[in-house]
């Protein structure tokens, strides 16, 4: 199998991107049902429900624990970093939102005619890092487990 073909046989990145993506999906419905209108653009933004990178980072560990085993170092080193993204997530993005609003209130105050309008919603509520945890794991481990990689999904398709 060429190096080209064995990139589009990842069946952890497949499916773990794929999670991802419905996560940023999902923020269009959760967005609309949170402010009653539909705002297609949020997809491409950080922050909102669900959380796409715990989405990423979840599916991703748990695809490496099943497809090495949950006794591999790597996927000790997996799940420490989904730790550390989900945390970050959480925690230091969302209080950089926080800074950010603030300072966009003091910019405003100082210049009321002022540009200056920081990004506030860079970060997640621990809610929203807990769905997307767990939407990553719900989409990879069935995608791999039932359908296998995305070559096969593409064979299915053609024949």
């Keep these: 199998m060429s190096e080209f073909s064995a ?5 952890v990145l497949f499916w773990s991107l794929l999670s991802c993506l419905l996560a940023q999906f999902l923020k269009i419905i959760f967005n609309f049902f949170k402010t009653g209108t539909i705002r297609f653009g949020i997809m491409f933004e950080t922050g909102g429900m669900p959380s796409s990178h715990s989405a990423l980072i979840t599916g991703t560990t748990s695809g490496i624990g099943i497809q090495l085993g949950f006794d591999n170092p790597i996927f000790a080193l997996a799940f420490a970093v989904s730790l550390i993204v989900m945390y970050d997530a959480s925690g230091v993005r969302k ?3 926080i800074q950010a609003a603030e300072i966009n209130k003091l910019s405003k105050k100082v210049d009321p005619i002022s540009q200056v309008a920081l990004k506030e919603t860079l970060g997640h509520t621990k809610f929203e ?4 945890s767990l939407l990553g794991p719900l ?3 069935p995608g791999m487990v039932f359908i296998g990689s995305p070559l096969k999904i593409f064979d299915l398709i053609i024949n």
């Design 7 to 11: 990139f589009f046989d990842n069946s």
């Design 95 to 97: 209080s950089a939102g």
């Design 129 to 132: 890092v807990i769905v997307g």
């Design 139 to 141: 989409i990879t481990l």
